[in-house]
Nanobody, 121 residues
Framework: QVQVVESGGGLVQPGGSLRLSCAVSGNIFSIPDMGWYRQAPGKERELVAG???????NYAESVKGRFTISRDNVKNTLYLQMNSLKPEDTAVYFC???????????????WGQGTQVTVSS
């Protein structure tokens, strides 16, 4: 009914940049809020950045000033611009979309399959 697909991960050197994308498709009425999460090996999944009602954003302290979250409502796509990447940013990055469908008219979270980001020289 709803599909969430991330892309843009890869291998990058410390100090480099990557831009992640998350495309949401399906029976969508609206997407009130979306977010990026990451999970490193042996660690719990953590919030990286979130955006609600297109204007309210929040970031993990560890990425403030380096990462920027944005969304394109026409394309139902979420982005994460990551600059000044560090080895500790290495993780699988997941997209979460809180979607209200045309049939259910109730919001629920949908998750993507994740995209690997590796920061290494």
């Amino acid at each position: 009914q709803v599909q969430v697909v991330e892309s843009g991960g890869g291998l990058v050197q410390p100090g480099g940049s990557l831009r992640l994308s998350c495309a949401v498709s399906g029976n969508i009425f609206s997407i009130p809020d979306m977010g990026w999460y990451r999970q490193a090996p042996g660690k719990e999944r953590e919030l990286v950045a979130g955006i609600a009602r297109d204007v309210f954003t929040n970031y993990a302290e560890s990425v403030k000033g380096r990462f920027t979250i944005s969304r394109d409502n026409v394309k139902n796509t979420l982005y994460l611009q990551m600059n000044s990447l560090k080895p500790e940013d290495t993780a699988v990055y997941f997209c979460r979309a809180n979607v209200i469908t045309k049939t259910a008219m109730l919001g629920r979270d949908y998750w993507g399959q994740g995209t690997q980001v590796t920061v290494s020289s």
